[in-house]
């Protein structure tokens, strides 16, 4: 049974820092890809970042620059900082596990954390 756990949300001036850390269980770490999604009430999910088993990081346009997504394969850990925040990353954020790890099929949620920017 796949658990992701977020923690690290909170409340921040602009231009301040967050780094949100997804700890992931019960699934064979290095055949996943693991991502990290924000929502905002009334909108959709909107990917931020993920990265694969091989450690390849991708972006969504409004992050590149300003985040960064790693990982500890020791620890099981996804990170996601998150540097130069804006009053529009305000949102809840979920970490997500594709178990395929095409980082195209997320079936694996958290709860959430939230952040917020102001």
């Known amino acids: 049974h796949v658990q992701l756990v977020e923690s690290g949300g909170g409340s921040v001036q602009p231009g301040g820092s967050l780094r949100l850390s997804c700890v992931a269980s019960g699934y064979s770490y290095g055949k996943y890809c693991l991502g990290w999604f924000r929502q905002t009430p009334g909108n959709e999910r909107e990917g931020v970042a993920a990265?694969?088993?091989?450690?390849?990081?991708t972006y969504a346009d409004f992050v590149k620059g300003r985040f960064t997504v790693s990982q500890d394969n020791a620890k099981n850990t996804v990170y996601l900082q998150m540097n130069s925040l804006k009053p529009e990353d305000t949102a809840m954020y979920y970490c997500?596990?594709?178990?395929?790890?095409?980082?195209?099929?997320?079936?694996?949620w958290g709860q959430g954390t939230q952040v917020t920017v102001s």
């Open positions: 990265i694969d088993s091989h450690g390849n990081p």
């Open positions: 997500a596990a594709d178990s395929r790890g095409s980082c195209e099929s997320f079936g694996y």
